[in-house]
């Protein structure tokens, strides 16, 4: 019997399920030990096991979630977090009160003021709720909305009149002062479990540390109608790095040239660069050429300012589904059979998405005129037209020519209708992301005569400019 349960040992220990739990226990051990960039390389390596103990991933989100938090990676802490939440964590007070902070710090400030407000409702004991007050305060400063913020520094003096920074804020606001740059927020509490097995949930949603966020505060300038000046879009953005990767294919060997992609391409990769962007541009890219290429621009993204980096990446040619992966067709793809799709097309989901969402960017943004009939010969016939929709895109904006299983056509002037309309949306001023590509839907909409619908999908942190 015995030799019997140290064999059952002996597997679990060498079975894909036991060498992941071997993951996560490094994990837990990288965080207890405060080394959070070795937590987070182990906890995503963890999470890309398909063999791993998904029961775990609740919390593997969560530790994940804090220690982007605790490395400033705000963007990054926001998507864990709310992993963990639709994972149906339970510690949903002190995961809303981080998402806040992150949030602040991203400049999002309507979303900071959506989860400040949700922590609010679910943490009960008065210092913390205090603190959330002052904190939501600060916010609604920033915003320019003063009668708002007196409101929850009032509050924030009646749960706790101790508070030392209710009331400073109190005394500056009623003095005309700003109380922004003296800011200094108090983190909840992210202690990590004692055991090796699954981690014990947090015991209460209010069981704050007072411990100061992690690195410098970040100053913002004063809002209007307090001491200061309104800072403008080009003032709020100006350390913002921006990289792009441009890939334009039309000479095809195998299949027919595009006439429009690589014109889109270089006319992208131009207005681009006028909108500050550091470019890496491809025509008519083999399969190496593409992979060196993103290889290069991943590691721009990688090494750039953390949640200050933009990262887009832009693609017209040839473009197939299989799957429900999507795949962009190099120059010298030769597609007889389906097996050949994976092993001479470069997966967009798989490779370009996910390692863009595992970077240092705030914002990834995704445009793929791509969405053409399947060029390949009758060995290979997907059922499917078109492109898949990508569900899955944490911090991502993505955009197609046209909407997911539909086809468009490559056009007849210099540049496809879809990049034409895009290159000139991008131009004006003072708009949105979602402003310049609602624009393009209208009007590639009006051109096409309603046969081309364009698609968008979007769950971005904060808002990007083209122009300011």
């Not at 540390?209 to 709020?236: K, Q, S």
């Not at 979602?434 to 309603?450: A, I, T, W, Y």
Request: proline share 5%.
């Amino acid at each position: 019997m015995k030799n019997g349960v140290f064999i059952f040992l002996l597997l679990l220990a060498v079975s894909p399920v036991g060498a992941q739990f071997k993951l996560y226990e490094q994990g837990i051990d990288a965080y207890q030990a405060k080394n959070y960039t070795k937590c987070i390389d182990l906890f995503n390596e963890y999470l890309d096991k398909p063999t791993r103990d998904k029961a775990l991933d609740v919390d593997v989100h969560y530790y994940l979630a804090l220690s982007y938090f605790k490395t400033n990676s705000h963007t990054s802490a926001v998507r864990e977090f709310d992993e963990a939440l639709q994972a149906g964590h339970k510690n949903v007070g002190n995961i809303q009160w981080f998402m806040a902070k992150s949030y602040t710090d991203l400049r999002a400030f309507p979303d900071a003021l959506t989860s400040y407000g949700k922590a609010i409702e679910l943490i009960t004991d008065k210092p913390n709720l205090a603190k959330l007050h002052y904190e939501r305060a600060m916010v609604y400063e920033k915003m320019g909305d003063l009668a708002l913020a007196q409101e929850d520094i009032n509050n924030a003096l009646v749960l706790d009149p101790t508070n030392v920074d209710a009331k400073k804020a109190n005394k500056d606001l009623a003095g005309g002062k700003s109380t922004v740059a003296q800011t200094q927020h108090t983190a909840p509490d992210t202690k990590a479990p004692d055991n090796k097995t699954k981690p014990k949930e947090t015991q209460t949603a209010s069981n704050p540390d007072n411990r100061a966020l992690p690195g410098p505060t970040v100053i913002v300038p004063a809002a209007a109608g307090a001491a200061g000046v309104v800072p403008t879009l080009a003032d709020l953005y100006k350390d913002e790095k921006r990289y792009a990767l441009v890939i334009g294919n039309s000479s095809y060997k195998y299949v027919s040239p595009l006439r429009n992609a690589e014109h889109d391409a270089n006319d992208m990769a131009e207005e681009l660069k006028r909108s500050n962007f550091d470019v890496i541009k491809v025509i008519n890219g083999d399969y190496n050429q593409m992979r060196d290429a993103f290889r290069k621009f991943h590691e721009k993204l990688s090494t750039g300012p953390k949640d200050q980096t933009v990262g887009l990446f832009y693609y017209a040619g040839h473009g197939i589904q299989n799957q429900g992966e999507n795949y962009l067709v190099p120059v010298e793809a030769n597609v007889q059979y389906e097996d050949d799709i994976p092993r001479t097309c470069m997966p967009v989901q798989r490779i370009i998405m996910a390692n863009m969402e595992r970077s240092n960017s705030r914002i990834n943004i995704m445009i793929l005129d791509a969405c053409r009939n399947n060029p390949f010969p009758s060995g290979y016939r997907s059922a499917d037209a078109g492109l898949a929709e990508i569900r899955r895109a944490k911090g991502s904006f993505i955009a197609y020519a046209t909407a997911p299983g539909s086809v468009a056509s490559d056009g007849d002037g210099r540049n496809g209708l879809y990049t034409q309309e895009l290159l000139n949306a991008m131009r004006k001023p003072g708009m949105t992301i979602e402003q310049v590509f609602k624009e393009v839907r209208k009007n590639v909409l009006r051109l096409s005569g309603d046969r081309q619908y364009t698609w968008d999908s979007s769950n971005i942190i904060g808002d990007f400019y083209f122009k300011f």
